[in-house]
């Protein structure tokens, strides 16, 4: 079985920063992409940043110079550093993996429980 658990979410006011970390635990043979998702109420959930095994990264627009996202390959773990956050990034924050267990060649998408991130004076 793969698991991800997530960290790190929680109140914040405008303008401040968090910490959000993702690691991946099980029988992991390979990870190819892990990042982060998030949803809104009543709205559908959207990408907000990935980071492939070959360092490609892909931000949402609305959080591009705001978020980074990096890694630990050893520990299979994620982190999303969120600064300048607004009250428009409030939303559950997702952890999202694609990769392949072992003895299973096709890489599979998998997702965490979710943190709630709330940016809110």
Do not use: H
């Not at 907000?48 to 705001?66: E, F, I, M």
């Not at 956050?85 to 096709?106: Q, W």
């Amino acid at each position: 079985q793969v698991q991800l658990v997530e960290s790190g979410g929680g109140l914040v006011q405008p303008g401040g920063s968090l910490r959000l970390s993702c690691a991946a635990s099980g029988s992991i043979f390979s990870v190819s992409t892990m990042g982060w998702y998030r949803q809104a109420p009543g709205k559908q959930r959207e990408l907000v940043a990935t980071l492939t095994s070959g360092g490609t990264t892909d931000y949402a627009d609305s959080v591009k110079g705001r978020f980074t996202i990096s890694r630990d390959n050893a520990k299979n773990t994620r982190y999303l550093q969120m600064v300048n956050l607004k009250p428009e990034d409030t939303a559950v924050y997702y952890c999202y993996a694609k990769l392949s267990r072992i003895g299973i060649t096709l890489a599979m998408p998998y997702w965490g429980q979710g943190t709630q991130v709330t940016v809110s004076s």
